[in-house]
């Protein structure tokens, strides 16, 4: 039987950030144009960070499996972009949803 380890919330959040952190640092395999149509570059944001995730990104940047990343994107727990068939994750979002446990979208009484 494998060793199951709990961790707080806290620590959660630092390895989260820990992981987006080295997805930034981590240098891409092609140059994205820098601008298209508009002043803003398009897979970025101005800090150089990218605004959406992919489901696959999203799931690996939580620990958890492609499937139940989709999940919880069919449960509406963070927003998304629907761009054809690919679905792109707000990545603020996402943070959103991990610091405030699963009652993000729902309303408390």
Known sequence: MA???LYTKEQVLR?????FRKMDETPALQQEPLNLDND???KTSPENTKVTLTVAEAAEVVGISKPKMYELVRAGKFRIVKIGKKILISRQSLMDWLK????YGKETC
Do not use: H, L, T
């Not at 390895?15 to 992981?19: K, P, R, T, Y």
């Open 15 to 19: 390895i989260v950030e820990e992981a």
């Open 3 to 5: 060793n199951s380890v």
């Open 40 to 42: 803003m570059p398009q």
């Open 100 to 103: 405030k446990g699963d009652s």
